[in-house]
């Protein structure tokens, strides 16, 4: 009887260890089939599409930052000065007190006008700096003094400054005092000290 009773205990643990080896059979196999996160991504850039998309994707913040740190400078005077290019914007960044440009090229833009002078600096915050302070060094640069300048923009961002610009000088076409000025693609009021005159506005016509 004893014997017997061994065997039935036998039996019954030979086959809940094949159960559990079947079970950790079936758990390994099922981790074995998954992939990483890394792989599954991995996988995902590797197709066209994918890959057409990243690369889309980063042109395009490559652009966006080469625009932020450049600015446009229309209506110089470099030929009749008798400077290049490259020793005009070299003078502006020492006025400016910013590090020499990183490129400097003309934009064709409209046949009847002069071509536009694109000039990129080494940040966002040089090219922000020269947009702030170029209407008081302009004066010291023979080249640059019936100059304008802007941010480089895209074709809608140019649009809304373009308008922002436009009501700024008729009102300090009206007032005529520099009261008015565009940032960040909008109109603001400038802020000038208690005491302090605000700068002086030659009455110009209206941008179209």
């Known amino acids: 009887m004893r014997f017997e009773i061994s065997l ?18 079936e758990i390994k ?4 089939n998954k992939k990483s996160f890394a792989e599954v991504v991995a996988a995902g850039i590797s197709l066209p599409k994918s890959q057409v998309s990243i690369k889309s994707a980063t042109i395009n913040a490559s652009e966006e930052e080469a625009r932020r740190s ?15 290019d490259v020793d005009l914007t070299a003078k502006l960044a020492v006025e400016c007190r910013v590090s020499q440009p990183v490129s400097v090229f003309r934009l064709r833009g409209n046949p009847k006008a002069p071509p536009l002078l694109k000039v990129q600096f080494n940040s966002k915050e040089e090219a922000s700096h020269v947009l702030k302070t170029y209407d008081s060094v302009k004066e010291n640069i023979p080249a640059l003094k019936k100059s304008v300048v802007r941010p480089d923009l895209c074709k809608s961002d140019l649009a809304k400054y373009r308008n922002s610009w436009k ?7 009206e007032l005529k005092k520099r009261v008015y000025t565009v940032r960040n693609l909008e109109l603001v009021q400038i802020k000038y000290m208690p005491d302090q005159e605000p700068f002086s506005w030659e009455v110009r016509p209206s941008r179209t």
């Not at 009501?167 to 076409?173: F, R």
């Open 8 to 25: 039935t205990e036998n039996k019954a643990l030979t086959c809940k260890v094949s159960q559990l080896e079947k079970t950790i059979s």
């Open 167 to 173: 009501e700024a000088i008729l009102k300090n076409n």
């Open 29 to 32: 196999n099922t981790f074995g």
């Open 70 to 84: 450049s600015v446009v400078i229309r209506h110089t005077e470099a030929n009749d000065c008798d400077i290049t």
